[in-house]
Protein backbone atom coordinates (compact mmCIF):
# COMPACT_ATOMS: atom_id res chain seq x y z
CA UNK A 1 0.00 0.00 0.00
CA UNK A 2 3.00 2.59 0.29
CA UNK A 3 3.92 2.15 -3.21
CA UNK A 4 1.95 5.78 -4.14
CA UNK A 5 3.61 7.21 -1.54
CA UNK A 6 7.18 5.98 -2.82
CA UNK A 7 5.89 6.92 -6.52
CA UNK A 8 5.21 10.79 -5.32
CA UNK A 9 8.48 10.85 -3.38
CA UNK A 10 10.30 9.55 -6.07
CA UNK A 11 9.09 12.10 -9.03
CA UNK A 12 8.47 15.11 -5.91
CA UNK A 13 10.47 18.15 -8.05
CA UNK A 14 11.20 18.96 -4.11
CA UNK A 15 14.10 17.68 -2.33
CA UNK A 16 15.69 18.35 1.07
CA UNK A 17 19.50 19.22 1.66
CA UNK A 18 21.58 18.01 4.27
CA UNK A 19 23.70 20.46 5.98
CA UNK A 20 27.04 19.06 6.60
CA UNK A 21 28.53 21.62 8.22
CA UNK A 22 25.95 21.16 11.65
CA UNK A 23 27.45 20.12 15.06
CA UNK A 24 24.14 19.74 16.96
CA UNK A 25 20.69 20.31 16.85
CA UNK A 26 17.90 20.54 19.74
CA UNK A 27 15.38 18.02 21.25
CA UNK A 28 12.08 18.11 23.69
CA UNK A 29 11.20 14.77 25.13
CA UNK A 30 8.27 13.79 27.52
CA UNK A 31 9.01 11.64 30.20
CA UNK A 32 6.66 9.19 32.13
CA UNK A 33 7.22 8.29 35.94
CA UNK A 34 6.46 4.32 35.63
CA UNK A 35 5.22 4.45 39.38
CA UNK A 36 2.69 7.26 39.12
CA UNK A 37 2.19 8.61 35.60
CA UNK A 38 3.48 11.77 35.75
CA UNK A 39 4.51 14.03 33.01
CA UNK A 40 7.86 15.48 32.63
CA UNK A 41 9.39 17.64 30.39
CA UNK A 42 12.74 17.65 29.18
CA UNK A 43 15.05 19.16 26.81
CA UNK A 44 18.88 20.00 25.63
CA UNK A 45 21.21 19.63 23.30
CA UNK A 46 22.51 16.70 21.32
CA UNK A 47 25.85 16.96 19.34
CA UNK A 48 26.41 14.52 16.13
CA UNK A 49 28.38 12.49 17.87
CA UNK A 50 26.53 11.68 20.90
CA UNK A 51 23.85 10.87 18.64
CA UNK A 52 23.67 6.89 18.73
CA UNK A 53 23.91 7.30 22.31
CA UNK A 54 21.42 9.24 22.77
CA UNK A 55 18.86 7.35 20.29
CA UNK A 56 18.84 4.07 22.30
CA UNK A 57 18.32 5.54 25.39
CA UNK A 58 14.13 5.70 26.44
CA UNK A 59 14.57 4.27 29.57
CA UNK A 60 16.06 6.39 32.71
CA UNK A 61 16.03 6.33 36.55
CA UNK A 62 14.87 9.63 38.02
CA UNK A 63 14.23 10.95 41.24
CA UNK A 64 11.47 9.16 41.74
CA UNK A 65 11.57 5.67 39.96
CA UNK A 66 12.11 4.62 36.74
CA UNK A 67 11.05 6.54 33.53
CA UNK A 68 10.05 5.72 30.30
CA UNK A 69 10.14 7.46 27.28
CA UNK A 70 6.82 8.51 25.71
CA UNK A 71 7.56 11.13 23.41
CA UNK A 72 10.78 12.45 21.29
CA UNK A 73 10.99 15.33 19.06
CA UNK A 74 14.10 16.36 16.97
CA UNK A 75 14.13 20.41 15.90
CA UNK A 76 16.46 20.87 13.22
CA UNK A 77 16.99 24.16 11.63
CA UNK A 78 15.47 24.52 8.66
CA UNK A 79 16.31 26.97 5.68
CA UNK A 80 13.19 27.47 3.68
CA UNK A 81 14.89 29.46 0.56
CA UNK A 82 17.34 26.33 -0.09
CA UNK A 83 15.15 23.65 1.09
CA UNK A 84 17.81 22.64 3.52
CA UNK A 85 17.54 20.46 6.69
CA UNK A 86 20.16 21.07 9.97
CA UNK A 87 21.17 17.99 10.22
CA UNK A 88 24.52 15.85 8.22
CA UNK A 89 23.29 13.23 6.06
CA UNK A 90 24.65 10.27 8.51
CA UNK A 91 22.58 11.51 11.57
CA UNK A 92 19.62 11.97 9.42
CA UNK A 93 19.57 8.28 8.59
CA UNK A 94 20.19 7.18 12.06
CA UNK A 95 17.17 9.34 13.10
CA UNK A 96 14.71 8.54 10.30
CA UNK A 97 15.78 4.53 10.84
CA UNK A 98 15.40 4.33 14.57
CA UNK A 99 11.92 7.00 14.13
CA UNK A 100 10.85 5.04 11.33
CA UNK A 101 10.51 7.94 9.02
CA UNK A 102 12.47 7.17 5.90
CA UNK A 103 9.53 6.77 3.33
CA UNK A 104 7.75 9.69 5.35
CA UNK A 105 10.99 12.03 5.04
CA UNK A 106 10.54 11.38 1.53
CA UNK A 107 7.05 11.82 0.74
CA UNK A 108 6.33 14.82 3.23
CA UNK A 109 8.07 17.41 1.02
CA UNK A 110 5.91 17.24 -2.18
CA UNK A 111 3.49 18.47 0.06
CA UNK A 112 1.60 22.35 0.53
CA UNK A 113 -0.64 21.74 2.78
CA UNK A 114 -2.41 18.62 4.15
CA UNK A 115 -2.00 15.71 6.49
CA UNK A 116 -1.68 11.62 5.78
CA UNK A 117 -1.70 8.62 7.58
CA UNK A 118 1.07 5.76 6.20
CA UNK A 119 0.53 2.34 5.67
CA UNK A 120 1.48 0.59 8.89
CA UNK A 121 4.24 -1.00 9.42
CA UNK A 122 4.24 -4.50 11.70
CA UNK A 123 7.55 -6.18 13.51
CA UNK A 124 7.48 -9.20 15.95
CA UNK A 125 7.86 -6.96 18.82
CA UNK A 126 5.93 -3.36 17.58
CA UNK A 127 3.62 -2.16 15.27
CA UNK A 128 4.64 1.25 13.65
CA UNK A 129 2.82 4.17 11.77
CA UNK A 130 4.09 6.85 10.26
CA UNK A 131 2.25 10.95 9.58
CA UNK A 132 2.89 13.36 8.28
CA UNK A 133 1.55 17.18 8.04
CA UNK A 134 2.38 20.30 6.50
CA UNK A 135 1.00 23.95 6.39
CA UNK A 136 4.01 25.45 4.25
CA UNK A 137 6.37 27.63 4.87
CA UNK A 138 5.04 27.90 8.50
CA UNK A 139 4.98 24.03 10.01
CA UNK A 140 5.87 20.55 8.51
CA UNK A 141 6.36 17.72 10.56
CA UNK A 142 6.37 14.02 10.44
CA UNK A 143 6.00 11.81 13.19
CA UNK A 144 5.82 7.74 14.25
CA UNK A 145 3.69 6.15 16.70
CA UNK A 146 4.97 3.02 18.39
CA UNK A 147 3.40 0.37 20.34
CA UNK A 148 5.27 -2.17 22.11
CA UNK A 149 3.72 -5.69 22.22
CA UNK A 150 3.72 -8.06 24.96
CA UNK A 151 5.62 -9.10 27.00
CA UNK A 152 6.97 -5.25 26.97
CA UNK A 153 4.96 -3.55 29.50
CA UNK A 154 6.13 0.12 28.95
CA UNK A 155 3.53 2.61 27.28
CA UNK A 156 3.79 3.66 23.31
CA UNK A 157 6.26 6.36 22.30
CA UNK A 158 6.20 8.77 19.73
CA UNK A 159 9.09 10.16 17.80
CA UNK A 160 8.63 13.09 15.26
CA UNK A 161 10.78 15.67 13.37
CA UNK A 162 9.33 19.26 13.30
CA UNK A 163 10.70 21.80 10.51
CA UNK A 164 9.05 24.82 11.82
CA UNK A 165 10.15 28.56 12.25
CA UNK A 166 11.42 29.77 15.36
CA UNK A 167 7.75 31.15 16.31
CA UNK A 168 6.05 27.67 15.94
CA UNK A 169 9.00 26.01 17.36
CA UNK A 170 8.60 27.91 20.70
CA UNK A 171 4.49 28.03 20.43
CA UNK A 172 5.00 23.74 20.51
CA UNK A 173 8.01 23.89 23.12
CA UNK A 174 5.87 26.23 25.26
CA UNK A 175 2.93 23.51 24.99
CA UNK A 176 4.96 20.80 25.64
CA UNK A 177 6.32 22.02 28.74
CA UNK A 178 2.65 23.51 29.95
CA UNK A 179 2.77 24.06 33.78
CA UNK A 180 -0.63 22.25 34.52
CA UNK A 181 1.25 18.92 32.90
CA UNK A 182 -0.15 16.15 30.48
CA UNK A 183 -1.86 13.02 31.40
CA UNK A 184 -0.83 9.98 30.44
CA UNK A 185 -3.34 8.88 28.05
CA UNK A 186 -2.89 12.11 26.25
CA UNK A 187 0.60 12.47 25.56
CA UNK A 188 0.84 8.64 24.97
CA UNK A 189 -1.55 9.10 21.87
CA UNK A 190 -0.50 8.52 18.70
CA UNK A 191 -2.73 11.69 17.59
CA UNK A 192 -1.21 13.57 20.37
CA UNK A 193 0.93 15.69 17.89
CA UNK A 194 -2.00 16.63 15.74
CA UNK A 195 -3.72 17.82 18.78
CA UNK A 196 -0.69 20.22 19.63
CA UNK A 197 -0.19 21.94 16.07
CA UNK A 198 -3.61 22.07 15.96
CA UNK A 199 -4.03 23.72 19.73
CA UNK A 200 -1.06 25.94 18.55
CA UNK A 201 -2.45 27.05 15.22
CA UNK A 202 -5.74 28.32 17.05
CA UNK A 203 -3.89 30.06 19.67
CA UNK A 204 -2.22 31.83 16.85
CA UNK A 205 -5.48 32.46 15.23
CA UNK A 206 -6.88 34.17 18.33
CA UNK A 207 -4.34 36.48 18.90
CA UNK A 208 -3.93 37.71 15.37
CA UNK A 209 -7.55 38.66 15.26
CA UNK A 210 -7.69 39.95 19.02
CA UNK A 211 -4.21 41.92 17.77
CA UNK A 212 -5.86 43.90 14.57
CA UNK A 213 -9.14 45.09 16.50
CA UNK A 214 -7.23 47.97 17.87
CA UNK A 215 -5.81 48.90 14.74
CA UNK A 216 -9.57 48.55 12.94
CA UNK A 217 -10.54 50.40 16.09
CA UNK A 218 -8.52 53.19 15.47
CA UNK A 219 -8.88 53.80 11.87
CA UNK A 220 -12.92 53.72 12.42
CA UNK A 221 -12.36 56.48 14.46
CA UNK A 222 -10.14 58.15 12.27
CA UNK A 223 -12.75 57.74 9.46
CA UNK A 224 -15.68 58.75 11.92
CA UNK A 225 -17.98 55.75 10.22
CA UNK A 226 -18.79 53.62 13.36
CA UNK A 227 -21.41 53.19 15.74
CA UNK A 228 -19.29 53.20 18.78
CA UNK A 229 -19.00 55.61 21.43
CA UNK A 230 -15.18 56.29 21.20
CA UNK A 231 -13.53 59.12 20.89
CA UNK A 232 -12.84 60.75 17.78
CA UNK A 233 -9.31 60.98 16.61
CA UNK A 234 -7.50 63.67 14.45
CA UNK A 235 -9.48 63.24 11.02
CA UNK A 236 -7.89 61.14 8.49
CA UNK A 237 -6.95 64.50 6.18
CA UNK A 238 -4.43 63.71 3.63
CA UNK A 239 -3.64 59.70 5.73
CA UNK A 240 -6.65 57.92 3.25
CA UNK A 241 -4.16 56.24 1.10
CA UNK A 242 -2.39 54.95 3.98
CA UNK A 243 -5.59 53.90 6.10
CA UNK A 244 -6.80 52.18 3.20
CA UNK A 245 -3.28 50.33 2.55
CA UNK A 246 -3.57 49.33 6.37
CA UNK A 247 -7.39 47.93 5.92
CA UNK A 248 -6.10 45.96 2.55
CA UNK A 249 -3.06 44.37 4.98
CA UNK A 250 -5.93 43.40 7.70
CA UNK A 251 -7.56 41.75 5.45
CA UNK A 252 -4.97 39.81 3.97
CA UNK A 253 -4.16 38.65 7.40
CA UNK A 254 -7.55 37.53 8.01
CA UNK A 255 -7.65 35.72 5.06
CA UNK A 256 -4.22 33.70 5.92
CA UNK A 257 -6.29 32.80 9.42
CA UNK A 258 -9.12 31.69 6.96
CA UNK A 259 -6.59 29.24 5.42
CA UNK A 260 -5.15 27.98 8.87
CA UNK A 261 -8.29 27.78 10.45
CA UNK A 262 -9.55 25.39 7.33
CA UNK A 263 -5.91 23.54 7.84
CA UNK A 264 -6.68 22.99 11.75
CA UNK A 265 -10.39 22.07 10.96
CA UNK A 266 -9.06 19.10 8.19
CA UNK A 267 -6.13 18.32 10.68
CA UNK A 268 -8.91 17.55 13.27
CA UNK A 269 -11.42 15.70 11.43
CA UNK A 270 -8.33 13.43 10.11
CA UNK A 271 -7.40 13.00 14.13
CA UNK A 272 -11.04 12.37 14.99
CA UNK A 273 -11.09 9.74 12.03
CA UNK A 274 -8.15 7.97 13.17
CA UNK A 275 -9.48 7.64 16.51
CA UNK A 276 -12.98 6.08 15.46
CA UNK A 277 -10.97 3.44 13.74
CA UNK A 278 -8.35 2.87 15.98
CA UNK A 279 -7.78 -0.52 17.21
CA UNK A 280 -4.37 -0.22 19.13
CA UNK A 281 -5.41 2.93 21.43
CA UNK A 282 -7.09 2.84 24.71
CA UNK A 283 -10.65 3.02 24.65
CA UNK A 284 -10.31 5.86 27.82
CA UNK A 285 -7.40 7.49 25.93
CA UNK A 286 -9.53 7.82 22.51
CA UNK A 287 -12.19 9.58 24.53
CA UNK A 288 -9.83 11.91 26.25
CA UNK A 289 -8.55 13.01 23.44
CA UNK A 290 -11.61 13.13 21.08
CA UNK A 291 -13.05 15.81 24.05
CA UNK A 292 -10.47 17.68 23.48
CA UNK A 293 -10.39 17.90 19.65
CA UNK A 294 -13.96 18.62 20.28
CA UNK A 295 -13.41 21.90 22.44
CA UNK A 296 -11.14 22.61 19.99
CA UNK A 297 -13.64 22.64 17.33
CA UNK A 298 -16.39 24.32 19.16
CA UNK A 299 -13.89 27.38 19.75
CA UNK A 300 -12.90 27.05 15.77
CA UNK A 301 -16.60 27.75 15.19
CA UNK A 302 -16.57 30.76 17.49
CA UNK A 303 -13.34 32.30 15.86
CA UNK A 304 -14.76 31.82 12.28
CA UNK A 305 -17.87 34.18 13.61
CA UNK A 306 -16.01 36.52 14.78
CA UNK A 307 -13.27 36.39 11.88
CA UNK A 308 -16.54 37.15 9.84
CA UNK A 309 -18.01 39.97 11.63
CA UNK A 310 -14.40 41.28 11.49
CA UNK A 311 -14.18 40.87 7.86
CA UNK A 312 -17.25 42.89 7.29
CA UNK A 313 -16.24 45.84 9.90
CA UNK A 314 -12.77 45.66 7.40
CA UNK A 315 -14.69 45.83 4.38
CA UNK A 316 -16.84 48.65 5.53
CA UNK A 317 -13.93 50.79 6.05
CA UNK A 318 -12.39 49.99 2.94
CA UNK A 319 -15.58 51.20 1.20
CA UNK A 320 -15.89 53.94 3.49
CA UNK A 321 -12.20 54.86 2.73
CA UNK A 322 -12.42 54.33 -1.24
CA UNK A 323 -15.67 56.90 -0.87
CA UNK A 324 -13.50 59.77 0.79
CA UNK A 325 -11.06 59.51 -1.81
CA UNK A 326 -13.15 59.65 -4.49
CA UNK A 327 -15.42 62.55 -2.99
CA UNK A 328 -11.65 63.99 -2.44
CA UNK A 329 -11.26 64.30 -6.26
CA UNK A 330 -14.74 65.01 -6.78
CA UNK A 331 -14.44 68.19 -4.74
CA UNK A 332 -11.32 68.82 -5.75
CA UNK A 333 -12.52 69.08 -9.23
CA UNK A 334 -14.84 71.00 -8.80
CA UNK A 335 -12.67 73.27 -6.93
CA UNK A 336 -10.56 73.62 -10.27
CA UNK A 337 -13.33 74.07 -12.25
CA UNK A 338 -14.44 77.13 -10.08
CA UNK A 339 -11.02 78.58 -10.89
CA UNK A 340 -11.39 77.50 -14.62
CA UNK A 341 -14.85 79.66 -14.16
CA UNK A 342 -13.26 82.75 -13.16
CA UNK A 343 -10.18 82.44 -15.02
CA UNK A 344 -12.83 82.29 -17.98
CA UNK A 345 -14.81 84.90 -16.62
CA UNK A 346 -11.71 87.14 -16.67
CA UNK A 347 -11.00 85.86 -20.30
CA UNK A 348 -14.52 87.32 -20.62
CA UNK A 349 -14.09 90.65 -19.51
CA UNK A 350 -11.06 91.22 -21.37
CA UNK A 351 -12.36 90.17 -24.58
CA UNK A 352 -15.44 91.80 -24.16
CA UNK A 353 -13.42 95.43 -23.32
CA UNK A 354 -11.07 94.84 -26.23
CA UNK A 355 -14.39 94.40 -28.16
CA UNK A 356 -15.55 97.60 -27.07
CA UNK A 357 -11.96 99.21 -29.03
CA UNK A 358 -11.73 96.73 -31.67
CA UNK A 359 -14.38 98.00 -34.29
CA UNK A 360 -12.92 101.78 -33.34
CA UNK A 361 -9.32 100.77 -33.72
CA UNK A 362 -9.89 98.83 -36.98
CA UNK A 363 -11.78 101.42 -38.89
CA UNK A 364 -8.90 103.87 -37.76
CA UNK A 365 -6.12 102.02 -38.75
CA UNK A 366 -8.45 101.58 -42.28
CA UNK A 367 -8.27 104.66 -43.00
CA UNK A 368 -5.60 106.03 -41.96
CA UNK A 369 -6.91 109.28 -42.19
CA UNK A 370 -6.61 112.27 -39.97
CA UNK A 371 -10.03 113.02 -37.88
CA UNK A 372 -8.88 116.31 -36.90
CA UNK A 373 -7.84 119.75 -39.00
CA UNK A 374 -4.29 120.27 -36.96
CA UNK A 375 -3.18 122.77 -39.19
CA UNK A 376 -6.14 125.20 -39.05
CA UNK A 377 -6.06 125.61 -35.45
CA UNK A 378 -5.94 129.21 -33.77
CA UNK A 379 -2.92 129.96 -31.21
CA UNK A 380 -4.64 131.13 -27.91
CA UNK A 381 -7.87 128.88 -28.38
CA UNK A 382 -8.22 125.24 -27.34
CA UNK A 383 -10.80 124.15 -29.94
CA UNK A 384 -9.61 121.95 -32.82
CA UNK A 385 -12.19 121.70 -36.10
CA UNK A 386 -12.62 118.27 -37.43
CA UNK A 387 -12.66 117.18 -40.81
CA UNK A 388 -15.36 115.88 -43.28
CA UNK A 389 -13.95 112.04 -42.23
CA UNK A 390 -14.49 112.69 -38.61
CA UNK A 391 -18.75 112.21 -39.20
CA UNK A 392 -17.73 109.24 -41.87
CA UNK A 393 -15.85 107.47 -38.80
CA UNK A 394 -18.66 107.38 -36.25
CA UNK A 395 -21.30 106.81 -39.16
CA UNK A 396 -19.08 103.73 -39.76
CA UNK A 397 -17.68 102.96 -36.01
CA UNK A 398 -20.50 102.85 -34.06
CA UNK A 399 -23.14 100.48 -36.07
CA UNK A 400 -20.21 98.30 -36.94
CA UNK A 401 -19.82 97.90 -32.88
CA UNK A 402 -23.06 97.18 -32.34
CA UNK A 403 -23.31 94.61 -34.53
CA UNK A 404 -20.42 92.81 -32.96
CA UNK A 405 -21.90 92.94 -29.95
CA UNK A 406 -25.17 91.63 -30.92
CA UNK A 407 -23.37 88.99 -33.05
CA UNK A 408 -21.09 87.97 -29.50
CA UNK A 409 -24.80 87.93 -27.34
CA UNK A 410 -26.20 85.39 -30.13
CA UNK A 411 -23.43 83.29 -30.22
CA UNK A 412 -23.09 83.48 -25.96
CA UNK A 413 -27.20 82.41 -25.66
CA UNK A 414 -26.98 79.62 -28.21
CA UNK A 415 -23.30 77.81 -26.61
CA UNK A 416 -25.19 78.19 -23.38
CA UNK A 417 -28.29 76.21 -24.54
CA UNK A 418 -25.41 73.80 -25.99
CA UNK A 419 -23.93 73.50 -22.96
CA UNK A 420 -26.92 73.05 -20.73
CA UNK A 421 -28.00 70.62 -22.89
CA UNK A 422 -24.73 68.05 -22.65
CA UNK A 423 -25.31 68.62 -19.06
CA UNK A 424 -28.34 67.39 -18.43
CA UNK A 425 -28.04 64.41 -20.64
CA UNK A 426 -24.72 63.58 -18.50
CA UNK A 427 -26.99 64.03 -15.41
CA UNK A 428 -29.50 62.12 -16.16
CA UNK A 429 -28.39 59.92 -19.00
CA UNK A 430 -30.89 60.58 -21.51
CA UNK A 431 -31.98 63.68 -24.15
CA UNK A 432 -34.88 66.14 -23.06
CA UNK A 433 -37.96 65.81 -23.33
CA UNK A 434 -40.06 68.29 -25.54
CA UNK A 435 -41.66 69.55 -22.58
CA UNK A 436 -37.87 69.98 -21.39
CA UNK A 437 -36.87 71.51 -24.22
CA UNK A 438 -39.80 73.53 -25.03
CA UNK A 439 -38.86 74.85 -21.20
CA UNK A 440 -35.62 75.61 -21.78
CA UNK A 441 -36.37 77.66 -25.05
CA UNK A 442 -38.78 80.09 -23.03
CA UNK A 443 -36.03 81.63 -20.60
CA UNK A 444 -34.13 84.62 -20.79
CA UNK A 445 -31.27 85.69 -20.95
CA UNK A 446 -31.70 86.37 -17.22
CA UNK A 447 -32.89 83.20 -16.10
CA UNK A 448 -30.10 81.43 -18.13
CA UNK A 449 -27.75 83.56 -15.71
CA UNK A 450 -29.58 82.91 -12.41
CA UNK A 451 -29.02 79.33 -13.72
CA UNK A 452 -25.89 79.57 -13.92
CA UNK A 453 -25.12 81.23 -10.43
CA UNK A 454 -26.96 78.39 -9.08
CA UNK A 455 -24.45 76.05 -10.01
CA UNK A 456 -21.22 78.08 -9.01
CA UNK A 457 -23.73 78.02 -5.70
CA UNK A 458 -23.59 74.46 -5.91
CA UNK A 459 -20.05 74.18 -6.27
CA UNK A 460 -19.11 76.23 -3.27
CA UNK A 461 -21.34 74.25 -1.37
CA UNK A 462 -19.43 71.23 -2.01
CA UNK A 463 -15.99 72.93 -1.53
CA UNK A 464 -17.11 73.81 2.46
CA UNK A 465 -18.33 69.65 2.80
CA UNK A 466 -14.71 69.23 1.93
CA UNK A 467 -13.37 70.81 4.81
CA UNK A 468 -16.12 69.36 6.69
CA UNK A 469 -15.39 66.03 5.24
CA UNK A 470 -11.74 66.04 5.57
CA UNK A 471 -11.11 68.59 8.81
CA UNK A 472 -8.48 71.36 9.43
CA UNK A 473 -8.51 71.49 13.02
CA UNK A 474 -7.80 69.13 15.97
CA UNK A 475 -10.83 69.38 18.08
CA UNK A 476 -12.54 65.88 18.72
CA UNK A 477 -15.84 64.62 18.21
CA UNK A 478 -17.38 61.86 20.13
CA UNK A 479 -19.15 59.44 17.61
CA UNK A 480 -22.59 58.05 19.30
Not at 413 to 432: H, L, V
Amino acid sequence: MDEIYQKIAEFSPRRLKDSHDVLSFKYSELWCQDATGIINYHDGVVTIPDVALWLTTETRQGTAGSESLILRFVWPKFILDDNRVGLPENTRVQILEKFGLDLAYSYFSSCVAGVAALPEVVKPETSQRAYTFCYAPKLASIWSHTHFKAPTSRPSATYGMVLASDKEQEGLKTLLKSKSGWQLNTASHEMFPAFLFAFMFHGEIEMTQNNMKPGIQHIEARTGYSDFKTKRKHIAAGELGSLSAQMSGFAVRLASTERKDKTVKKLLEFAQEQLRQGERSAPLADGLLENHMGVLQRRLTMQAMDREYTLKRIQIQIDVLNNLISENYSLSNSIISISTLRDAASMKTLAFVTMFFLPGSFISALFSTDLFDWDNTEGRGIGIPSTPQFRLYWAITIPLTLVTFILYFIWAEFSSYDRSQRRERKRWGFPKTDGMEAEEQTRSALQVLKYQRERMSEAYAMAKKRQFVFGRGEKEESID
